[in-house]
DNA sequence: CCTACCGATCGGTAGG
DNA sequence: CCTACCGATCGGTAGG
């Protein structure tokens, strides 16, 4: 309803309210990724911010509310942390490469104390249905997509041996990602990051058509 | 405090009381294996029993031995479709095979019907801490093992290349089968559990010394 | 195994 | 944003 025309003042500042809102989802997205999005409850939220349950809910409207934009405030976050610093590598091997390394960072530095959010919330709503079920799901179609994408370009620059199956690649790479998200979670242990890299490190040199600079022989 | 001593009638039939129990169980993973282990309450089971909550109770005591039976009961069953049918195959490459195969058509015939219980619980209470966490963590690492030890015989017999991490093969197959678990719950697709029998396939022709009968060449 | 209950917490509402 | 409340459900208990 509210025209773009701002007057004199331009464009406004944030609001307080709008900045509130940011935060009570940055707090969300904290507790989800530990607790689940079904952890996730409004008195849970309401105590860790420090207000009253009512104080939170008035933002949302709704339980299904708050869940769906604390999905979509995650989906931010995973950009602005994985896809976002990979696509400062160049297109082909290299970004395919700074892809998984953008993603094992992001797992180790605890940008979720829970681990990679989506890893969770992907075991924890597949078998269900509903928005959440179908918001995970065109996620995790996109990141398979991201993957198989930056495979194409290297077969196409010739990175990559021509007769490599890309989308069997992307998977096999996607497992090992995922599968290091649960054990360093599940684990606790720096080294389980190591065996990812190692693990991804290799299917991707059994498809390579140059060796890397460094590499012997 | 029993004697083995049975008497004359030898050992007693499994009473009701036993069966009872054991019926409560199987209908808890099933609960547990779509809703969670956090999803699985005392009354939501006697509701699916149709007995009264605290019938549910009595047998349990408290709700953390209830979840702590349904995750051993969960694991008696991975037992006997995934680990006990592919014992059946020569240990070495057939086994490591074997293990693969028999993971994906558990997943596949909905043995529980959210998919792979352990899948599901792990990424559940991977970042918690208690005694499921310590379950689970167990039952990961034994898993991980049993992949392991069928690839190190693989290797022993020269049906891998000898030069093969096999830790790093264990991880890749792991990977390619949990996120095969994932993807076919997800997506609900009989051809993503291709696509991952596809990618298990790959990784072992990658390091298999002899090509398989009816291979091609 | 049952009914009947406990205090705590759930999502949500009323009224300010 | 608050207090105060609603009915439903939670894990657990008492008493049979």
């Not at 959440?132 to 994408?149: A, C, K, M, N």
């Not at 996607?174 to 606790?188: A, D, I, K, W």
Request: with cysteine; proline share 2%.
């Amino acid at each position: 309803m509210a025209t773009h025309a701002g007057g004199s003042l331009g464009r406004r500042r944030r609001s307080d309210g709008e900045r509130t809102h940011a935060a009570i989802l940055e707090r969300a997205t904290q507790i989800a990724s530990v607790e689940g999005i079904d952890g996730l409850t409004l008195g849970r939220l309401a105590d860790a911010l420090g207000v009253s349950k009512s104080g939170v809910y008035a933002h949302f409207g709704s339980k299904q509310q708050l869940q769906l934009e604390t999905v979509q405030a995650a989906g931010a976050v995973f950009e602005r942390e994985v896809l976002i610093p990979a696509r400062r590598s160049a297109a082909g091997l290299s970004r395919l490469e700074a892809l998984c390394e953008a993603y094992l960072s992001y797992v180790e530095r605890l940008v979720f104390p829970g681990g990679c959010f989506f890893a969770g919330l992907l075991a924890e709503v597949d078998a269900r249905t509903g928005p959440i079920h179908d918001l995970v799901r065109e996620g995790e179609r996109q990141w398979s997509r991201t993957l198989q994408e930056a495979a194409a370009e290297a077969q196409h620059r010739g990175e990559i041996a021509g007769d490599t199956d890309l989308e069997l690649l992307g998977f096999q790479l996607q497992g090992c990602l995922e599968l290091g998200n649960y054990h360093f979670v599940l684990y606790r242990e720096a080294r389980v990051l190591e065996r990812a890299r190692l693990a991804v490190t290799g299917i991707l040199g059994a498809v390579r058509t140059a060796p890397a600079r460094g590499d012997s022989a």
